[in-house]
């Protein structure tokens, strides 16, 4: 809400600085956006009066003029204008003066003769003739005679003003207006608040010969004021009520336009006029918009309306979009004879639902939106009429059409002084508290000890003893509240388990090198495509964004691979050598579609890793770790995910159950993200490993009796996987076993084709004694015949 | 006798001298000490000095060979100390060459922050809890005061999935979890990621996070929840920090207030950081409006509380004067390694 300070002062006493208000009035609840001086940009230019005029030597059309500004030396200003005399007053910049345009003024000479400034044209100071008369002249500006020499040209030209933009916040739609503004403020200062004259004299008649008004939808629009006006007399407006609407940020048009839009900043109620002679049958009928119906409104633009927005209508058509912009054909015009005035209240969620719809957004609607007072339209009506019988704009009829179901009653709220002071932790004397929402027209008395508080219309944000607190701390300072530190018993907060467990697992990923990587939860389907899915996989069903940003954000993700690879892609397009990257974060799984419920958050890890040292074996190291952390009991299986090498990637379960997929990317999904490099990556289900029981961990004796290492070194058929060969030995060896250690896979020259070569270093030992030749032999033997079960064949 | 005894012991002083090495020294042993050496030799000529001669020789003969095995000896410690020094000195490394660290990795600065305000909170008995990001318009709006088509709701951009479910637009939604499930006392933060329909530049994200504090008691007091948001913006910001509570607006509090600290850059005395004004808005807060603890079964006759709301983000830019939020999304490994 932007606020000329000039014209603010019409209505309340300020005795402080522009600064020290805009500090005070931040402090009682009002943010300022900006503050901006008006005139800031002419600076050093003042009345002059020319005492002496000569012909320059050098020049034909120079001329070296004496200047007064009221100082004890005259100042010598060279000129090349013809149109002044001695004795005018003019505008004189000075040295070092700064003029609309953006010139910069400094002493220097012309043609050899010194001149210390400038005289300055209508022109020069971005003035027209409504802002000075003469303005407009070819040559320099003569001001009036009455103007004061040495006087500064900012307060000449009544640019003195300063223009506040107050932040309003929501619960406060009165104070999107100069009254509202200027209450609060007589009531942060401590000075006197001057509404208004709202009177005026009828020229008789009566309006009901005239139209008449029916509301047919009082939910929609529970009050609806008319007038009539004749016999218009269509003008420009006042230079004052044109500033003023200038300085909010709107245009004058003329006397009748202008005085509903001032108005409208003046009490925060929106007013229309209508042309009355376009109103068909003489009728006003607020209804809802029929199906098929059209309007087209001031800006020329046509609309389709549907039933549940509100009209505006007369005995034929839609006249008026009620409550946010009036039809094209109804508008005021220089020609127009005779008015019909509407202040009318409209329900704030219609009137959002419909600006909403049609995508119209203007002053009317915002404030509708932002909600008005239902006694607001009679005064606000009113105030327009004053304004109408002050400036003559016309003859106003006798009568009122004042259509209403019901008015609301005063809220009343009784609350003990004592349970206003026990939210705040502040004493107050129960005398200031009375006078503060006396001073905000919250009538206040007391009685037994009780506030009886009567709440106007107006303020229908105060609905208790929260809502009194608050008006009486923003007003008494905030800073009279003084902290105490935390009371109560001593405790110690708590994390969930599984944000304990998570911590767990995300510093042992730090420990290994990975970094911690944070991406948006919603993506692009192209991004879910890009991994080459199954039609059926369940993952391509992700929930749909119904408003979302843009394609690229219009998903809740069902996978976090499609992030990772992204930032995967990003690092190696900056040449990045290698990285370790991980993240934590949510998938959103739907439990039908289209979703009706909320959809299963479950927390996933992902992880991706590239460099010249990284393969699928140190992926798999990390993934060990990561299971360790939460005392997973872990096996491995082939897995077939479409968007991993078919030949390096596994599934592993946990505790019997699937809990991650790792391995490299297909290179027909790098090619999409545009790599060029082998990467790998793993999704973990933390909603599997969360659930794991980790068993309480016992110490274990240290081994007393030595232990016996051997080597088995083994052919067999390359198709054996390694983990089958050390299945068989860990089984022939039994509980002597304390390790099985792989040192040596071999294909190739002096291999049969076909076959391996694998060595393993086996570690027995016995917690109960040395190991003696035969128990060795007897492990051995088995060891040797699981192997050669399997095919695996001893080297010699 | 004597003077050869003397003789031998000059002898072997000046050949000390010029020995250098452990095969020096063993030769000049096995020469003046050894079984055939010429100590050895002298004590064997004993039998030709007169009787009365013999202990005092005995003993000069004595004195020689253990004068010189003494001197033997030392030289060699200082030999074998020298060949040491010098091997060590052999080995010396250049120190300015690089170190060989183990890479370890970073969390996310978003996370490294987000863990020092647990820490902080739950030293002063906050348990830290959670709610999920896809909210009913129930517990994101109805619950938190904010009816239908209430003016508030234009305050958020909420992105919908379905009727009435949406991507919560602020973590107070778990408040209302939180009241519905715990009895006060109640003392939680809940962190966690919330999302706005705003476009995409250096200070809007449509993802962003916040920490959302609750507090219901009997008898709290806004003097409570200063001294609470104190204690942190202390922890935060430095002991000397200064907390002003400003009147503002939020539908879920009443009284509500947007609270500023004072600024670290300057210490409140105005610059540029926080543009004059001393002071820079760190969070809004507020005490618990009654309409919410009425929707959640608390009486507000009974009991009161107090709610604020962190913005993670704009703390973790703040603290590491990181210019544009976007970075933080983006996890360039050179940008998130900044942060150990």
């Given at each position: 809400?932007?606020?000329?300070?000039?014209?603010?002062?019409?209505?309340?006493?300020?005795?402080?600085?522009?600064?020290?208000?805009c500090d005070k009035m931040v402090m009682a609840g009002f943010e300022v956006e900006s503050i901006e001086y008006a005139g800031d940009n002419i600076k050093n230019v003042k009345v002059g009066k020319i005492e002496k005029i000569e012909p320059h030597e050098n020049s034909d059309h120079l001329q070296i003029c004496q200047i007064n500004i009221g100082e004890k030396e005259n100042v010598q200003i060279v000129t090349g204008a013809q149109n002044i005399s001695e004795g005018d007053l003019v505008p004189a910049a000075l040295d070092d003066s700064y003029l609309p345009n953006g010139m910069h003024i400094k002493a220097g000479a012309l043609r050899g003769v010194a001149s210390n400034g400038m005289l300055c044209s209508g022109e020069e100071l971005c003035l027209t003739e409504s802002d000075y008369p003469g303005a407009s002249v070819y040559g320099i500006l003569i001001l009036k005679n009455t103007e004061k020499i040495g006087a500064d040209m900012r307060e000449v030209l009544g640019l003195d003003d300063v223009v506040i933009d107050f932040k309003i916040t929501a619960n406060r739609p009165d104070c999107n207006c100069m009254l509202g503004v200027a209450k609060e403020i007589s009531v942060v200062l401590k000075t006197d608040y001057h509404p208004p004259v709202t009177e005026y004299k009828t020229k008789g008649g009566d309006i009901k010969d005239f139209i008449d008004v029916t509301v047919k939808n009082y939910d929609l629009c529970p009050r609806y004021v008319g007038r009539m006006v004749t016999n218009l007399r269509i003008k420009e407006s006042p230079v004052w009520m044109q500033k003023a609407i200038l300085a909010s940020g709107m245009r004058p048009i003329n006397n009748i336009v202008d005085i509903t839009n001032f108005v409208m900043l003046e009490t925060g109620q929106p007013m229309h006029a209508?042309?009355?002679?376009?109103?068909?049958?003489?009728?006003?009928?607020?209804?809802?918009?029929?199906?098929?119906?059209?309007?087209?409104?001031?800006?020329?633009?046509?609309?389709?309306?549907?039933?549940?927005?509100?009209?505006?209508?007369?005995?034929?058509?839609?006249?008026?979009?009620?409550?946010?912009?009036?039809?094209?054909?109804?508008?005021?015009?220089?020609?127009?004879?005779?008015?019909?005035?509407?202040?009318?209240?409209?329900?704030?969620?219609?009137?959002?639902?419909?600006?909403?719809?049609?995508?119209?957004?203007?002053?009317?609607?915002?404030?509708?939106?932002?909600?008005?007072?239902?006694?607001?339209?009679?005064?606000?009506?009113?105030?327009?009429?004053?304004?109408?019988?002050?400036?003559?704009?016309?003859?106003?009829?006798?009568?009122?059409?004042?259509?209403?179901?019901?008015?609301?009653?005063?809220?009343?709220?009784?609350?003990?002084?004592?349970?206003?002071?026990?939210?705040?932790?502040?004493?107050?004397?129960?005398?200031?508290?009375?006078?503060?929402?006396?001073?905000?027209?919250?009538?206040?008395?007391?009685?037994?000890?009780?506030?009886?508080?009567?709440?106007?219309?107006?303020?229908?944000?105060?609905?208790?003893?929260?809502?009194?607190?608050?008006?009486?701390?923003?007003?008494?300072?905030?800073?009279?509240?003084?902290?105490?530190?935390?009371?109560?018993?001593?405790?110690?907060?708590?994390?969930?388990?599984?944000?304990?467990?998570?911590?767990?697992?995300?510093?042992?990923?730090?420990?290994?090198?990975?970094?911690?990587?944070?991406?948006?939860?919603?993506?692009?389907?192209?991004?879910?495509?890009?991994?080459?899915?199954?039609?059926?996989?369940?993952?391509?069903?992700?929930?749909?964004?119904?408003?979302?940003?843009?394609?690229?954000?219009?998903?809740?993700?069902?996978?976090?691979?499609?992030?990772?690879?992204?930032?995967?892609?990003?690092?190696?397009?900056?040449?990045?050598?290698?990285?370790?990257?991980?993240?934590?974060?949510?998938?959103?799984?739907?439990?039908?579609?289209?979703?009706?419920?909320?959809?299963?958050?479950?927390?996933?890890?992902?992880?991706?890793?590239?460099?010249?040292?990284?393969?699928?074996?140190?992926?798999?190291?990390?993934?060990?770790?990561?299971?360790?952390?939460?005392?997973?009991?872990?096996?491995?299986?082939?897995?077939?995910?479409?968007?991993?090498?078919?030949?390096?990637?596994?599934?592993?379960?946990?505790?019997?159950?699937?809990?991650?997929?790792?391995?490299?990317?297909?290179?027909?999904?790098?090619?999409?993200?545009?790599?060029?490099?082998?990467?790998?990556?793993?999704?973990?289900?933390?909603?599997?490993?969360?659930?794991?029981?980790?068993?309480?961990?016992?110490?274990?004796?240290?081994?007393?009796?030595?232990?016996?290492?051997?080597?088995?070194?083994?052919?067999?058929?390359?198709?054996?996987?390694?983990?089958?060969?050390?299945?068989?030995?860990?089984?022939?060896?039994?509980?002597?076993?304390?390790?099985?250690?792989?040192?040596?896979?071999?294909?190739?020259?002096?291999?049969?084709?076909?076959?391996?070569?694998?060595?393993?270093?086996?570690?027995?030992?016995?917690?109960?004694?040395?190991?003696?030749?035969?128990?060795?032999?007897?492990?051995?033997?088995?060891?040797?015949?699981?192997?050669?079960?399997?095919?695996?064949?001893?080297?010699? | 006798?004597?003077?050869?005894?003397?003789?031998?012991?000059?002898?072997?002083?000046?050949?000390?001298?010029?020995?250098?090495?452990?095969?020096?020294?063993?030769?000049?042993?096995?020469?003046?000490?050894?079984?055939?050496?010429?100590?050895?030799?002298?004590?064997?000529?004993?039998?030709?000095?007169?009787?009365?001669?013999?202990?005092?020789?005995?003993?000069?003969?004595?004195?020689?060979?253990?004068?010189?095995?003494?001197?033997?000896?030392?030289?060699?410690?200082?030999?074998?100390?020298?060949?040491?020094?010098?091997?060590?000195?052999?080995?010396?490394?250049?120190?300015?060459?690089?170190?060989?660290?183990?890479?370890?990795?970073?969390?996310?600065?978003?996370?490294?922050?987000?863990?020092?305000?647990?820490?902080?909170?739950?030293?002063?008995?906050?348990?830290?809890?959670?709610?999920?990001?896809?909210?009913?318009?129930?517990?994101?709006?109805?619950?938190?005061?904010?009816?239908?088509?209430?003016?508030?709701?234009?305050?958020?951009?909420?992105?919908?999935?379905?009727?009435?479910?949406?991507?919560?637009?602020?973590?107070?939604?778990?408040?209302?979890?939180?009241?519905?499930?715990?009895?006060?006392?109640?003392?939680?933060?809940?962190?966690?990621?919330?999302?706005?329909?705003?476009?995409?530049?250096?200070?809007?994200?449509?993802?962003?996070?916040?920490?959302?504090?609750?507090?219901?008691?009997?008898?709290?007091?806004?003097?409570?929840?200063?001294?609470?948001?104190?204690?942190?913006?202390?922890?935060?910001?430095?002991?000397?920090?200064?907390?002003?509570?400003?009147?503002?607006?939020?539908?879920?509090?009443?009284?509500?207030?947007?609270?500023?600290?004072?600024?670290?850059?300057?210490?409140?005395?105005?610059?540029?950081?926080?543009?004059?004004?001393?002071?820079?808005?760190?969070?809004?807060?507020?005490?618990?409006?009654?309409?919410?603890?009425?929707?959640?079964?608390?009486?507000?006759?009974?009991?009161?509380?107090?709610?604020?709301?962190?913005?993670?983000?704009?703390?973790?830019?703040?603290?590491?004067?990181?210019?544009?939020?976007?970075?933080?999304?983006?996890?360039?490994?050179?940008?998130?390694?900044?942060?150990?």
């Open positions: 809400m932007k606020i000329s300070l000039n014209h603010l002062k019409n209505y309340v006493d300020i005795n402080v600085s522009p600064e020290v208000l209508f042309n009355y002679d376009k109103i068909e049958g003489k009728k006003i009928i607020v209804r809802n918009a029929e199906k098929g119906e059209k309007i087209t409104t001031l800006d020329g633009k046509e609309y389709d309306l549907s039933p549940d927005m509100l009209v505006i209508a007369d005995g034929k058509k839609p006249s008026c979009l009620a409550g946010i912009m009036g039809g094209e054909e109804s508008e005021i015009e220089a020609d127009t004879k005779n008015l019909f005035l509407e202040s009318a209240k409209f329900r704030r969620d219609n009137i959002r639902h419909t600006s909403r719809a049609l995508g119209i957004r203007t002053e009317a609607s915002g404030r509708y939106e932002r909600g008005t007072d239902i006694l607001n339209t009679e005064y606000a009506m009113n105030r327009a009429l004053s304004l109408i019988y002050e400036l003559d704009a016309g003859d106003i009829v006798e009568g009122a059409l004042d259509r209403y179901e019901s008015l609301p009653e005063e809220r009343i709220i009784k609350v003990k002084p004592a349970d206003i002071l026990s939210l705040l932790g502040v004493d107050i004397p129960v005398d200031e508290m009375v006078d503060i929402l006396n001073r905000l027209d919250l009538k206040t008395t007391l009685k037994d000890g009780v506030f009886t508080v009567s709440v106007p219309s107006i303020r229908d944000d105060v609905e208790g003893r929260a809502d009194l607190a608050e008006e009486v701390m923003r007003i008494y300072g905030y800073d009279h509240i003084i902290s105490t530190p935390m009371r109560g018993d001593v405790i110690r907060g708590t994390k969930l388990p599984e944000r304990e467990k998570s911590d767990k697992m995300k510093s042992y990923l730090c420990s290994i090198g990975c970094d911690e990587i944070t991406t948006y939860s919603f993506v692009s389907p192209s991004s879910i495509d890009s991994l080459c899915l199954d039609a059926d996989d369940d993952r391509r069903n992700a929930i749909k964004i119904i408003n979302p940003l843009g394609d690229e954000y219009s998903v809740m993700r069902t996978t976090l691979i499609p992030s990772m690879l992204s930032v995967l892609a990003t690092n190696i397009n900056r040449k990045i050598e290698d990285a370790r990257f991980f993240e934590q974060s949510k998938r959103f799984i739907a439990n039908e579609m289209p979703i009706k419920t909320q959809p299963a958050e479950l927390p996933t890890l992902s992880i991706g890793i590239y460099g010249k040292d990284e393969d699928f074996f140190t992926l798999k190291g990390i993934i060990e770790g990561i299971m360790r952390t939460f005392g997973a009991h872990t096996q491995y299986e082939v897995s077939k995910e479409p968007y991993l090498h078919p030949g390096r990637q596994a599934l592993v379960k946990a505790n019997n159950t699937p809990a991650a997929v790792f391995g490299e990317v297909h290179p027909e999904v790098l090619e999409k993200y545009g790599i060029e490099t082998r990467v790998l990556v793993a999704e973990v289900k933390l909603d599997v490993l969360f659930n794991i029981k980790k068993r309480p961990t016992y110490y274990k004796p240290l081994p007393k009796f030595p232990a016996v290492e051997r080597d088995y070194a083994m052919l067999c058929d390359s198709k054996i996987p390694v983990g089958t060969l050390e299945a068989a030995i860990t089984k022939g060896a039994g509980r002597l076993l304390e390790k099985t250690e792989l040192f040596d896979v071999y294909e190739g020259e002096q291999i049969p084709e076909g076959k391996k070569s694998v060595a393993f270093s086996v570690t027995l030992r016995s917690m109960e004694g040395t190991l003696s030749d035969e128990q060795i032999e007897a492990v051995n033997e088995k060891i040797v015949n699981n192997l050669s079960k399997i095919g695996a064949e001893l080297r010699k | 006798m004597k003077e050869k005894i003397e003789q031998l012991k000059a002898a072997a002083a000046e050949a000390l001298k010029n020995a250098s090495s452990k095969e020096d020294l063993e030769a000049l042993r096995i020469k003046y000490l050894g079984k055939k050496g010429e100590l050895t030799g002298l004590l064997k000529q004993l039998g030709s000095v007169a009787p009365e001669e013999r202990p005092k020789i005995g003993q000069l003969v004595n004195e020689a060979k253990s004068k010189i095995e003494t001197a033997i000896n030392e030289n060699r410690d200082k030999i074998a100390r020298a060949a040491k020094e010098l091997k060590l000195a052999g080995e010396a490394v250049d120190i300015t060459m690089p170190a060989k660290e183990k890479k370890v990795g970073v969390l996310h600065p978003l996370n490294r922050v987000l863990d020092d305000m647990i820490d902080i909170f739950k030293s002063m008995g906050f348990d830290v809890v959670d709610g999920p990001e896809v909210e009913t318009d129930h517990y994101n709006f109805e619950c938190l005061n904010v009816p239908a088509d209430h003016p508030a709701r234009d305050m958020q951009d909420t992105f919908y999935l379905a009727d009435k479910l949406l991507l919560r637009t602020q973590t107070s939604a778990a408040q209302i979890r939180t009241m519905e499930t715990r009895k006060p006392p109640i003392r939680v933060i809940c962190p966690g990621r919330v999302f706005r329909a705003d476009e995409v530049d250096a200070t809007h994200s449509p993802v962003f996070h916040q920490i959302e504090g609750l507090v219901v008691d009997k008898g709290i007091t806004m003097c409570d929840l200063k001294g609470v948001l104190e204690q942190f913006a202390r922890e935060i910001y430095g002991k000397d920090t200064e907390v002003r509570f400003r009147p503002s607006f939020f539908p879920f509090t009443e009284p509500s207030v947007e609270v500023d600290v004072t600024c670290s850059e300057c210490g409140g005395k105005g610059c540029r950081v926080c543009k004059g004004s001393g002071w820079i808005e760190i969070l809004g807060a507020g005490m618990v409006h009654p309409n919410v603890l009425r929707c959640c079964g608390i009486d507000p006759d009974e009991y009161s509380g107090f709610a604020f709301g962190i913005g993670l983000d704009r703390l973790t830019t703040t603290k590491y004067k990181i210019s544009d939020i976007r970075l933080l999304f983006e996890n360039d490994k050179r940008f998130l390694e900044q942060f150990d």
